[in-house]
């Protein structure tokens, strides 16, 4: 069959993903892959030059999603099939491009681990985040903020002369335009995929991709590469060189012998050819392998111990099989940042497809054989040669343009920095028609000098912190809503004295619970623990003012808004309260909320964490002998198990087990 690109829809029992929070995201949520700089002294000086580029100050300007839950109900999600006679490959555009599944006809095997369920978990940049099938990771170390978000998809011309899908979109922590695309050719057992980052900008920016891939995981299942060392870095924030495969009396090449979720960053040598494969106990899998410029693979590991297997099942649904993740980035870790300078741009060719072996020597006690079999199978079964030629044939296809009309569309945020940059992006248009509600503040701000109406009249809106865009807030008239956007990015570029200076004159014009949170946020960061709890629970105490004001004419978006902000105002003024030592308050705060939002398991530990401030520990207990889940609830966050400990010595239930690494 002639290969096709066509739409579909995959049905899968799902989360919503639920709005975006309206606070903006002033502080990064925590992200584990960090380093002090005592160990970063200690790394290869490349290696320590990236790690310590550009890290993220916030993920302004994108919203943080953590307004899901843990009610999955059957739904249909736009897809597109990506087909030939031997592949079929299902990516989900709506969801960050997410390749779901790459079922291989002849023998009848999914490649992929497919995850049954769309669960979203707080393992994002910017929060929500789901498992399984291969992500493109780019804009900083972590998962992206684009994991649930609506990418830009059409068909493009192939460089065989059929049609390839062509998703992309513009970045926004670094202001980066990419494009991703899957061409399968007539009669291959391969997937290329054709990736590409732009700047179009005249300043250098700084640059990070992983290409994640989720494959099924079993005790028998072997992750081979081309190495002989692999940095090991694990929840405890170290990273040290180790050998490959064995390690304190383990072959970690099998993802189930490590205990605690971890990652295996490999040293990959540079003459040697780029690939990675997941092989189970017949010698079968996935493999892939790419051009020389994404020099980095990584095995992940959720380990076998209790934390990891929770992790595992709070994903997806019980009874599901686990898995590992092998992975493919620009540097030698996740946690290095890569330059590309002004107007330059890197490209590469990933592939990915079956890999079959003689288990006998995958599974071999002599690693260098091992690898080196693997490594002849994938040659005979797709030569470098033919990677590297079927590279330089997409290279002229890149900037073909879409053809007929999008398969999905992404946001408006690309179409309003063209408007602002005139910049000349063939391949990648963003359009005049993909700006929406969200972006015609800011167009009227470029085009006449002053923002544009907001959303509603409650929110405010997202603000925009490149410095083109701070310069623009800066030179218009000054009003509320203008200096509390103009703050806003004030306080992104590190300017904090500046940004309170402008909330202040915001706060003066109208006192709105936005502005109002964001001088509670810097007083916090200043020390000021008491001072910051009393303008949280004024934020807190003037939405309740507002939403009463409204009462019953609040109906429809403007009181989902509301409720929204209510939220996560409480979400972040209840632990501010406790640090002040104004349990009572923080109470008071929680009584403030909706009965169905007080349901809500984050606000449930809450409640526990204000009953153990107040002494009240056997109704804290009560509560989690009762049973609750904190859907949110971040990677490596501790917080279960130090509220369990403060109630009782007795062991952590398993339910409440998320420790992902030694205690």
Same mark, same amino acid.
């Given at each position: 069959?002639?290969? #096709?690109?066509?739409? $579909? ?30 160990? !970063? ?72 681990? =497919? ?82 980052? !732009?700047?179009?900008?005249?300043? #250098? ?52 012998? $490590? ?17 990675? +494969?997941?092989? @189970? ?7 892939? #392998? ?42 030698? #870790? ?84 063209? &408007? ?10 963003? =359009? ?60 992104? +570029? ?52 507002? &939403?009463?004001? =409204? ?27 406790? &640090? ?38 056997? &109704?804290?207990?009560?509560?989690? @002998? ?38």
């Amino acid at each position: 069959m002639a290969t #096709t690109v066509r739409s $579909s829809t995959l049905t899968l029992p799902a989360a919503p993903v639920g709005p975006g929070n309206p606070l903006p995201a002033l502080l990064p949520l925590d992200e584990m892959h960090t380093l002090d700089e005592r160990e !970063r002294a200690a790394l290869p000086p490349e290696m320590a030059r990236q790690v310590g580029y550009a890290p993220l100050r916030s993920v302004l300007p994108t919203r943080l999603l953590d307004g899901y839950g843990r009610r999955r109900t059957v739904t249909g999600l736009e897809a597109v099939v990506v087909e030939n006679d031997r592949l079929r490959a299902t990516v989900l555009p709506g969801l960050g491009g997410r390749v779901h599944s790459l079922h291989h006809k002849p023998t009848g095997r999914e490649l992929l681990y =497919t995850n049954p369920v769309l669960q979203p978990a707080c393992f994002a940049l910017n929060g929500a985040w789901f498992s399984g099938g291969i992500e493109w990771n780019i804009g900083a170390t972590g998962h992206t903020t684009l994991s649930c978000a609506p990418l830009h998809a059409a068909r493009v011309p192939a460089p065989d002369g059929g049609e390839m899908l062509r998703l992309w979109e513009w970045e926004r922590l670094r202001d980066t335009p990419f494009q991703v695309d899957l061409w399968l050719p007539e009669g291959s057992d391969f997937l290329h995929v054709g990736v590409r980052i !732009r700047n179009p900008h005249d300043r #250098t920016v700084p640059v990070y991709w992983w290409s994640n891939i989720a494959v099924p995981e079993h005790e028998r299942t072997r992750v081979l590469v081309p190495a002989e060392e692999t940095w090991h870095f694990g929840y405890a924030r170290t990273l040290r060189r180790i050998p490959v495969p064995e390690w304190e009396g383990a072959d970690r090449s099998y993802p189930l012998r $490590s205990v605690f979720p971890a990652d295996y960053f490999y040293e990959v040598p540079g003459d040697a050819r780029k690939w990675i +494969a997941s092989l @189970d106990e017949h010698g079968r899998g996935l493999v892939q #392998t790419s051009t020389d410029l994404l020099r980095g693979r990584k095995l992940f590991v959720w380990g076998s111990g209790p934390g990891g297997r929770r992790w595992q099942r709070w994903l997806t649904e019980e009874g599901t099989p686990g898995y590992a993740e092998i992975q493919a980035g620009l540097a030698r #870790t996740q946690l290095e940042h890569v330059p590309l300078e002004a107007g330059g741009e890197f490209a590469w060719l990933e592939s990915y497809g079956p890999l079959e072996a003689d288990p006998a020597a995958v599974h071999g006690p002599d690693w260098g054989a091992a690898r080196g079999h693997a490594a002849e199978r994938l040659e005979e079964a797709l030569p470098r040669a033919a990677v590297d030629a079927a590279f330089a044939a997409w290279r002229p296809y890149a900037d073909a343009a879409p053809e007929g009309r999008p398969l999905a569309r992404g946001s408006g945020w690309g179409a309003l920095e063209v &408007a602002h940059g005139g910049f000349a992006l063939p391949g990648t248009p963003f =359009t005049e028609d993909t700006l929406g509600p969200e972006q015609r503040p800011w167009l009227e701000l470029l085009h006449g000098g002053a923002l544009g109406p907001g959303p509603s009249g409650a929110d405010p809106g997202p603000t925009l912190v490149a410095p083109h865009w701070r310069e623009l807030l800066e030179a218009a008239p000054a009003d509320a809503r203008t200096d509390y956007h103009l703050g806003v990015a004030q306080w992104h +570029a590190g300017d904090r004295s500046q940004a309170v200076r402008s909330w202040e004159r915001s706060l003066r014009a109208a006192e709105t619970p936005q502005v109002l949170r964001c001088l509670a946020v810097a007083e916090q960061q200043a020390g000021e623990t008491g001072r910051a709890a009393g303008l949280y629970l004024r934020a807190v105490e003037r939405a309740a003012a507002d &939403a009463d004001a =409204t009462g019953t004419a609040a109906r429809g978006a403007g009181a989902r808004f509301r409720r929204t902000l209510s939220a996560a105002l409480a979400r972040e003024a209840v632990p501010a309260l406790l &640090a002040a030592d104004r349990a009572a308050q923080a109470a008071e705060v929680l009584a403030l909320l909706d009965p169905e939002v007080r349901e809500h398991g984050r606000f449930r530990l809450l409640r526990a964490r204000v009953l153990v401030a107040s002494g009240e520990r056997e &109704a804290a207990r009560a509560l989690f @002998d009762a049973g609750f889940e904190v859907p949110d609830l971040r990677e490596g966050d501790e917080i279960l198990g130090e509220t369990w400990a403060e109630l009782t010595p007795e062991p952590l239930p398993e339910r409440y087990d998320f420790r992902m690494r030694p205690s």
